[in-house]
């Protein structure tokens, strides 16, 4: 079975932290690169960062040092804890294997908003 749930998003002021987390199928999760990815409303989905089966991280330049990536491999559950959080993080949050090119047909999760208020 092939599934990711996200949560954990709400309205938030600028300057404060939310974590979110992605519950997902072992057949997703089990020893792959996992990610977080957004969407704004207007713009393509972005990847936020990833981290690897032994934790291993990566983070884009624009949420480095303010979010963290982390995972629980015996739950198969992703998190994403982000701090200092800006207007411009407003977005719809998913969870993914991390992959450099998507298809259409390929599967996500319904995603988690988060929106950061001036």
Same mark, same amino acid.
């Given at each position: 079975?092939?599934? /990711?749930?996200? &949560?954990?998003?709400?309205?938030? @002021? *600028?300057?404060?932290?939310?974590?979110?987390?992605? *519950?997902?199928?072992?057949?997703?999760?089990?020893?792959?690169?996992? *990610?977080?990815?957004? @969407?704004?409303?207007?713009?393509?989905?972005? /990847?936020?960062?990833?981290?690897?089966?032994? #934790?291993?991280?990566? !983070?884009?330049? !624009?949420?480095?040092?303010?979010? =963290?990536?982390?995972?629980?491999?015996?739950?198969? =559950?992703?998190?994403?804890?982000?701090?200092?959080?800006?207007?411009?993080?407003? *977005?719809?949050?998913?969870?993914?294997?991390?992959?450099?090119?998507?298809?259409? =047909?390929?599967?996500?999760? @319904? #995603?988690? @908003?988060? =929106?950061? &208020?001036?």
């Amino acid at each position: 079975q092939v599934q /990711l749930v996200e &949560s954990g998003g709400g309205l938030v @002021q *600028a300057g404060g932290s939310l974590r979110l987390s992605c *519950a997902a199928s072992s057949l997703i999760f089990s020893n792959n690169v996992m *990610a977080w990815y957004r @969407q704004a409303p207007g713009k393509q989905r972005e /990847l936020v960062g990833f981290i690897n089966s032994r #934790g291993g991280d990566y !983070y884009q330049d !624009y949420v480095k040092g303010r979010f =963290t990536i982390s995972r629980d491999n015996a739950k198969n =559950t992703l998190y994403l804890q982000m701090n200092k959080l800006k207007p411009e993080d407003t *977005a719809v949050y998913y969870c993914n294997q991390y992959r450099i090119a998507w298809r259409p =047909t390929d599967y996500w999760g @319904q #995603g988690t @908003q988060v =929106t950061v &208020s001036p």
